[in-house]
């Protein structure tokens, strides 16, 4: 049984949720988002009440697995839409920057040549000093373009040098000894 999908999902006051031959439509404050889902869980929303029920549809292993992933994703999808994500990313080294250019972000991490990453449709990137802010209303499209970001250039173990997340520890190496 799963302990995520027995729990009632409550609507926020100012959020519109509607569910058409299984596309879940969430409108919001933030924006809007929609997502396909199979039938293996009947999702019940109650519009009355004010709250979204699931239940596994058929009896099999499948079903039950799905049962709590797709009660995490609702509950992502509607707290997106009210109050939105945010994942900050931190630049350590000498000469390393980031900066926006209209709708790319320009990273100077130590190459030959300035690495350039597309900013998603959905998504604001903010660079302020040695700070790379990712905010927008859809939990896994901001961890997946902050995981792009980071993995443009890791953390090295001796100095740190590189983009972390924020509050991340790097556990770092100790080097050569002098003797």
Do not use: C
Request: net charge positive.
């Amino acid at each position: 049984m799963s302990r995520i999908g027995k729990k009632t999902i409550i609507i926020p006051q100012d959020t519109a949720v509607s569910l058409e031959d299984g596309l879940l439509t969430v409108k919001g404050p933030k924006g809007e988002t929609a997502r396909k889902f199979k039938d293996n869980v009947s999702i019940l929303v109650s519009t009355e009440e004010k709250t979204i029920k699931l239940e596994p549809a058929k009896g099999d292993q499948f079903s039950r697995i799905l049962w709590g992933t797709y009660a995490s994703h609702i509950s992502n999808m509607i707290a997106g839409v009210n109050g939105g994500f945010e994942k900050k990313l931190g630049i350590e080294g000498v000469g390393f920057k980031a900066e926006i250019k209209g709708n790319v972000l320009v990273l100077n991490v130590g190459f030959s040549h300035p690495v350039e990453i597309a900013v998603p449709d959905g998504l604001k990137v903010s660079a302020e000093k040695n700070v790379i802010t990712v905010s927008g209303f859809d939990k896994e499209l901001v961890g997946q373009f902050a995981a792009k970001v980071r993995s443009v250039k890791k953390p090295e173990p001796y100095k740190g040098k590189g983009i972390h997340y924020e509050g991340e520890h790097i556990r770092r190496k100790q080097g050569k000894k002098s003797a």
